[in-house]
């Protein structure tokens, strides 16, 4: 095989998996993204009581953030890229036997990987909401104020490449069963529609749940979107209780009893502009 052969047989490769990744991330946005605007627009009335603000998107917001989410796409998929060279240089690994590593640590590998998407997530974002890389970075994602379950990819370019460059990161570290980051992926852009929704899906006691008060809920995102100085987290609260990002007011919004005011468990709260 001449060197031209190789070439060729090397770009084509990088062609086929540039469209898988393409497909696979649209079809993605799609389930996540669409499945929640559809579930929020036909539960219209049943969810009535659990609308957070009493104005809701407009269409020709939703379609800035369609569109703004196929270029984020296309991102994906170019650094999607760097996986397939970490895969083929043995950098990475992405097996299919459970057997291989056992349940133990298919479970422990996926609950790490949310547990540290969670931590890049957070101080990812709140240096985006730096004075100097707000706008730059993060401002497309924030002109949805008021945002719908089409935001969930409404990024920048370069934000878009930040939250794509995730997994290749990941897998240096975690060897991923192919369900298990299957798993993750679909966990990812489900509660990413979710926390832009509009409505709260969660059950609002939750809030104050011993454990499932570090879940992060949809006003938790949402109050983010009306006040980008709190609530910088994704999946959890912890770190912005720690940092004390967290809006004093959360759980008396969520919860709607003005006694669930609280301070945060660290620092002063974040003093960007969003």
């Keep these: 095989m001449n060197f031209s052969t190789e070439t060729q047989t090397l770009i084509e490769g990088l062609i086929d998996w540039f469209q898988v ?13 669409g499945g929640v605007f559809l579930l929020t627009l036909l539960g219209r009335q049943w969810l009535a009581t659990r609308k957070i603000r009493t104005k809701s998107p407009r269409r020709r917001q939703m379609m800035r953030e369609f569109r703004a989410s196929l270029i984020t796409v296309f991102v994906f998929g170019v650094v999607g890229l760097s996986t397939k060279f970490g895969l083929e240089a043995g950098w990475m690994e992405i097996y299919g036997d459970i057997d291989d590593y056992g349940w133990g640590y298919f479970a422990f590998s996926l609950i790490a990987i949310i547990i540290l998407h969670d931590a890049y997530f957070y101080w990812t974002h709140r240096l985006m909401h730096l004075k100097g ?86 006003t938790h995102h949402d109050m983010h979107h009306a006040n980008g100085n709190y609530n910088f987290g ?18 008396a919004r969520v919860t709607g009893d003005p006694d669930r005011c609280r301070a ?5 709260g974040a003093k960007e502009n969003a």
């Design 21 to 33: 990744i393409l497909t696979i991330d649209f079809a993605r946005y799609l389930f996540g993204a």
């Design 133 to 218: 890389m707000m706008k730059h970075i993060h401002w497309l994602h924030h002109r949805s104020h008021n945002p719908s379950p089409w935001a969930s990819y409404s990024f920048d370019m370069p934000e878009a490449a930040v939250h794509a460059l995730f997994v290749p990161l990941a897998l240096l570290l975690l060897p991923m069963h192919g369900l298990a980051m299957w798993l993750f992926l679909g966990h990812m852009i489900i509660r990413n529609a979710m926390g832009h929704s509009g409505y709260e899906l969660f059950p609002r006691r939750w809030a104050v749940h011993p454990l499932l008060g570090w879940l992060t809920l949809v």
């Design 234 to 251: 994704l999946y959890f609260s912890w770190w912005d209780r720690l940092m004390g990002t967290e809006h004093p007011d959360y759980l």
């Design 264 to 268: 945060p468990l660290g620092v002063t």
